[in-house]
């Protein structure tokens, strides 16, 4: 990589981390190659690498889904998703000015017809951003926040500098897997050759986030966030 890489990389860092971003790398894809082939579709199996942004959910928020579904929490996963977007949108048209392709891929993308489904998987962009890595919750787990965050992706032909991937540190942990209320997570560890149903059943997941909305008129739940050990804050009461 010369000189231009870096800049580009660092002036994009830059311009992300000033409107909000808390995390920023650049994915090496070509180390996913087959699994991008086999799993997404064309263009967004064909970039070589990926601009991978995080911003971090409000811890205590996080905390609050031990007691149950959570108005507020629904509130700023909105927030913070448009936020990315916006964020998403900014990276894709400083590249293009730049000269390079680029595709932004949504950060919720309940845009496909099926929610079970994505266009291509932020977390797995941001584990080989060096994010952190993809826990047995199938969460992307920060060292600092562990799953509380989201993710948004920019796909790219920009020669970025790449950051290395980080070593798993889930262990022999299973905190996730126990708070799950409907057992949809199945404590494997995460192999990028494996599909993600290996580790999480989504029906499971999502049947679940169902039942408790006709139960309390709030569908979401983020136990498997609030377990997990890396990143936690007690409430203060
Ligand atoms: S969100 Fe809830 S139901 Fe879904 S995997 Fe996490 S703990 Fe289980
Ligand atoms: S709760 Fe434990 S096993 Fe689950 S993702 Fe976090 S560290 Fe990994």
């Known amino acids: 990589?010369?000189?231009?890489?870096i800049f580009l990389k660092e002036e994009?860092?830059?311009k992300t981390?000033?409107?909000?971003?808390?995390?920023?790398?650049?994915a090496d894809l070509t180390r996913a190659e087959a699994y991008m082939k086999k799993n997404y579709a064309e263009p967004y199996s064909n970039f070589p690498r990926a601009v991978s942004i995080g911003i971090f959910l409000p811890t205590k928020i996080i905390e609050l889904l031990?007691?149950?579904?959570?108005?507020?929490?629904?509130h700023y996963y909105s927030v913070v998703n448009s936020k990315l977007d916006e964020l998403g949108l900014l990276t894709c048209n400083f590249l293009y000015k730049a000269g390079y392709d680029a595709i932004p891929i949504p950060a919720s993308q309940q845009f496909l017809n099926d929610p079970c489904k994505s266009a291509?998987?932020?977390?797995l962009a941001a584990s080989l951003a060096g994010l952190g890595w993809i826990g047995k919750s199938c969460c992307l787990i920060n060292e600092k926040v562990g799953p509380r965050l989201r993710l948004v992706t920019v796909l790219t032909?920009?020669?970025?500098?790449?950051?290395?991937?980080?070593?798993?540190?889930c262990g022999s942990c299973?905190?996730?897997?126990?708070?799950?209320?409907?057992?949809?997570?199945?404590?494997?560890?995460?192999?990028?050759?494996?599909?993600?149903?290996?580790?999480?059943?989504?029906?499971?997941?999502?049947?679940?986030?169902k039942k408790v909305k006709a139960q309390h008129g709030i569908g979401n739940c983020g136990k498997c966030l609030a377990a997990c050990p890396w990143g936690k804050v007690t409430v203060s009461k």
């Open 66 to 74: 031990e007691q149950g579904p959570q108005q507020i929490y629904s």
């Open 157 to 169: 032909n920009a020669p970025l500098e790449c950051d290395a991937p980080v070593n798993n540190r």
């Open 174 to 209: 299973t905190a996730c897997q126990d708070a799950c209320p409907p057992k949809a997570i199945k404590g494997e560890k995460f192999h990028h050759e494996n599909p993600l149903s290996t580790m999480l059943e989504p029906e499971v997941c999502n049947d679940y986030f």
């Open 12 to 14: 994009l860092k830059e």
């Open 1 to 5: 990589m010369g000189d231009k890489a």
């Open 120 to 123: 291509f998987s932020h977390r």
């Open 17 to 26: 981390v000033d409107i909000g971003a808390d995390l920023f790398g650049i």
